[in-house]
């Protein structure tokens, strides 16, 4: 059974530590995880893009994490949520399919489209008892902002955090503090330079709202607790996982070629997958909590 991303969260935060958000395409990346989290006993979010919705069709998907979570996670919570949702539309047929929380992402319109726009998605998103993440600031990919410095205009400023949360009524908000989306950071080894001041100021301001860190692969365990101390209950990570992935099945072909079955050969994928995503959830001290 699917659990309410509300009764994660509320846990992670009476208990100081983070849930880890994770991207799912397939049966085989849910299974990863989930496998992941029900040996850690941690409780985990599964997470879907609106790209693996046009790729696996949202009832497909959907189904996938519903069956998962009811044979194999046992009682592990798990929550599915909508990651970047970008329009009305998407946030609304994922609302009525059944996810217990969703991203509107209008983090690159001006702030007060931004927040017109995530207000309407939070209004609906609240009829139906679904939690709403909303982003102000914008998380960048290395590519479009490759320096610290190049990036500060696009981060979060405190006090239009304060007045984002209360205008737009977000359950959750996602933070640009110098975190960085995509695989180009994870290839050059660029090194994510957090704000933590910047981070640590805006949770003064909005103690009450549960924080989001978006591209958080490749940070390491430090930086990932530096976070969490200043009010980061969600942690994003998705680049990692398909890196890990897709490395271990080309791997595995790679050493195989006469290889035919897709059971041999996504098995050792999955696996390898599951041991990552345990590795992430050790450091977000979520394991041992479900
Ligand atoms: P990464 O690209 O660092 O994995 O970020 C994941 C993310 O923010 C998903 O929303
Ligand atoms: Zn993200």
Redesign the pocket.
């Given at each position: 059974m699917l659990t309410h991303i509300r009764e994660l969260i509320n846990d992670a935060i009476k208990n100081n530590y983070a849930i880890g958000a994770f991207?799912v395409e397939n049966l085989e990346t849910t299974l990863g995880v989930v496998r992941a989290a029900v040996k850690q006993k941690s409780p985990v979010i599964l997470?879907v893009s609106e790209r693996t919705i046009e790729y696996a069709g949202l009832k497909a998907i959907t189904t996938i994490v519903e069956c998962i979570a009811r044979d194999e996670a046992g009682k592990i919570p798990i929550a599915l949520h909508l990651?970047?949702g970008r329009s009305f539309r998407s946030v609304a047929e994922c609302i009525d399919a059944g996810f217990s929380s969703i991203m509107i992402d209008a983090s690159e319109m001006p702030m007060q489209e931004n927040i017109i726009l995530t207000k309407q998605a939070a209004d609906y998103a609240h009829r139906k008892e679904v939690w709403a993440q909303g982003e102000l600031g914008a998380?960048k990919a290395l590519e479009e902002a490759m320096t610290m410095s190049q990036r500060k205009p696009f981060m979060t400023r405190p006090e239009e955090a304060k007045e984002f949360v209360e205008k737009t009524g977000v359950d959750t908000l996602a933070v640009a503090v110098g975190n960085?989306?995509?695989?180009i950071k994870l290839r050059q080894g660029a090194n994510q330079e957090l704000d933590i001041d910047r981070l640590s100021e805006i949770h003064q301001l909005i103690p009450e709202t549960p924080l989001v860190l978006?591209?958080?692969?490749?940070l390491g365990p430090a930086q990932l607790s530096a976070a969490i101390k200043n009010g980061i209950r969600i942690v994003?990570?998705?680049?990692?996982l398909k890196l890990e992935f897709i490395g271990a099945l080309r791997k595995n072909l790679h050493q195989d070629p006469d290889a035919y079955d897709p059971r041999q050969v996504f098995s050792p994928a999955i696996e390898a997958l599951a041991e990552l995503v345990g590795k992430k959830l050790r450091a977000l001290g979520s394991n041992q909590k479900a």
């Open positions: 991207n997470q990651d970047h998380v960085i989306h995509g695989v978006h591209g958080a692969s490749g994003n990570m998705n680049t990692e």
